[in-house]
């Protein structure tokens, strides 16, 4: 585990300094830390004067860009703009939560038309592709590397700036039981809560909020999922798919199906669980893994294309099921198995 050493701090700080203007992007099909911390900063960044511009590219030109559903409810959407809109040049650019630059997608040539670029993220199989990297994979979340900027940069956390940051932490805490919920994490919680911000709204809309169609949906998709005890090692594997014709049926979106692998994951029958999440329009399959700790998933998504963190971790896969699924068995074949 690695934290930003006082140098990258510093360097950091003199870049969001100086900047009059910024761009700011985070990983394609973005989660809640994604856009919470992107947001986070952009709120703060705008109340201070600075000119932002947000945006998060599109995996595929078929892909509309759209945010989630279940992150509508956020303040400061409005520094959002689709991806065409998004300048070619910002000053300095700033990516969130994002582990590796293919993950920008169509945006990730921005990286070379900017003259700087700052990576704020805690993944750790981050490749540090800025000309500055804040990267720290001890932290819950990108969310808390965000909340330690405005604490050295001065700037006040406001409702406005706490609700995002909240979002990132909430989420990617999975409502503080991961183990990198640490003391600090609940302190960072309180300050937010502090502000005045609905935590019972913000929960019930990313978590408690679905359609009817998406209930059916994971009842079918839950039914099929299937066991392979012998994968990884006689650890276990339960996998299932979400097709594009299942998604077409129930009128969902990719991003919809967010959580199906909430549920998989709680077979206790295997270490492993995996949901094979098919792209409408160019059938790539989006691969969401979950371990429980005896493997990494992290390691193994980064040999398979991707990355991630060890509980949790993904790729993208352009075989079928059958094919990605032998690919998938391969790699944890031959990963090494770690104490809890
Ligand atoms: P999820 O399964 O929720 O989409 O992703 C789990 C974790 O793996 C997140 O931290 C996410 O950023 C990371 N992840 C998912 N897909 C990819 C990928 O294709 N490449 C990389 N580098 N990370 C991914
Ligand atoms: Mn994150």
Known sequence: MTAPSERDWVAALAALDEATEVGLLCHVGPDGDALGSMLGLGAALRARGTKVVASFGTASPEEPFAVPAAYSFLPALDLLV?????PADPKLLVTFDTGSADRLGSLADRLETAPQSL???HHTTNTRYGT????DDTAAATAVVVAGLLDRLGLEITAEVAAPLYTGLVTDTGSFKYAATTPAVHELAARLLATGIRHDLISRAIWDTASLGYVRLLGEVCARTELDPAAAGGLGLVWT???AEDLDRHGLALSDVEGVIDVV???QEAEVAVVFKQEPGTGALRVSTRSKGAIDMGAVCVSLGGGGHR???GYTSYEDVATTLDQLRAALGTAPHLPA
């Open 119 to 121: 990576v704020v993220d």
């Open 132 to 135: 500055l990297n804040l990267v």
């Open 265 to 267: 994951r709680t077979a």
């Open 241 to 243: 798919s979400v097709l």
């Open 311 to 313: 509980f949790a971790a």
């Open 82 to 86: 689709p991806p065409e809109q998004f």
